[in-house]
T-cell receptor, first 110, second 115 residues
Framework: SQQGEEDPQALSIQEGENATMNCSYKTSINNLQWYRQNSGRGLVHLILIRSNEREKHSGRLRVTLDTSKKSSSLLITASRAADTASYFC??????????FGKGTRLHILP | NAGVMQNPRHLVRRRGQEARLRCSPMKGHSHVYWYRQLPEEGLKFMVY????????ESGMPKERFSAEFPKEGPSILRIQQVVRGDSAAYFCASSAGMGGMEPLHFGNGTRLTVT
């Protein structure tokens, strides 16, 4: 069963703008991770946030986590054409099972 | 350091045949996860294995599907008597299993087509 649900399902923005994607989940977690997938390839890990953290940064990426609302957001600042990809959140529960959402397809327009 | 290797990249099988998908985890990784992905969809969890043990197979159909991760050699996802609905991309990911705070490393998948 799916744990995370990303929102929106698809997003198109102009190059240089910021992109925000949201993820909601249902059960308690140990950590939440964001991954990127380029067409036809495997997923690449972007950032991990622990359940006791509220915000984390990595380069142009900013992730927030609100465990009371069971939600997370991924912000990509100053988007580039190379950011065009699908983005997935994944939650790891105490059973070590890692469950992915359905993803947000991001398209950066030149 | 080689990443996660999956083979074959593409596999075509006729209905009723068997499909064997292989996954060699990153060196030093003892945890393997298998996922299935349909076009334009997310990854659906199938099975989580550690060396010689199936930890969680709750996402894998009980019939026709099996997985193993032997002490030596790659992890194998086996689908017997394939049907058209098995056509999908199958991804393997590995981790070092160090307390659950490490990310997954993915292979580039095996695309199974059942004709």
């Amino acid at each position: 069963s799916q744990q995370g649900e990303e929102d929106p399902q698809a997003l198109s923005i102009q190059e240089g703008e910021n992109a925000t994607m949201n993820c909601s989940y249902k059960t308690s977690i140990n950590n939440l991770q964001w991954y990127r997938q380029n067409s036809g390839r495997g997923l690449v890990h972007l950032i991990l946030i622990r359940s006791n953290e509220r915000e984390k940064h990595s380069g142009r990426l900013r992730v927030t986590l609100d465990t009371s609302k069971k939600s997370s957001s991924l912000l990509i600042t100053a988007s580039r054409a190379a950011d065009t990809a699908s983005y997935f959140c994944a939650t790891r529960g105490r059973d070590d099972k890692i469950i992915f959402g359905k993803g947000t397809r991001l398209h950066i327009l030149p | 350091n080689a990443g996660v290797m999956q083979n074959p990249r593409h596999l075509v099988r006729r209905r009723g045949q068997e499909a064997r998908l292989r996954c060699s985890p990153m060196k030093g990784h003892s945890h393997v996860y298998w996922y299935r992905q349909l076009p334009e969809e997310g990854l659906k969890f199938m099975v989580y294995l550690q060396k010689e043990n199936i930890i969680d197979e709750s996402g894998m159909p009980k019939e026709r599907f099996s997985a193993e991760f032997p002490k030596e050699g790659p992890s194998i996802l086996r689908i017997q008597q394939v049907v058209r609905g098995d056509s999908a991309a199958y991804f393997c990911a590995s981790s070092a299993g160090m307390g659950g705070m490490e990310p997954l490393h993915f292979g580039n998948g095996t695309r199974l087509t059942v004709t």
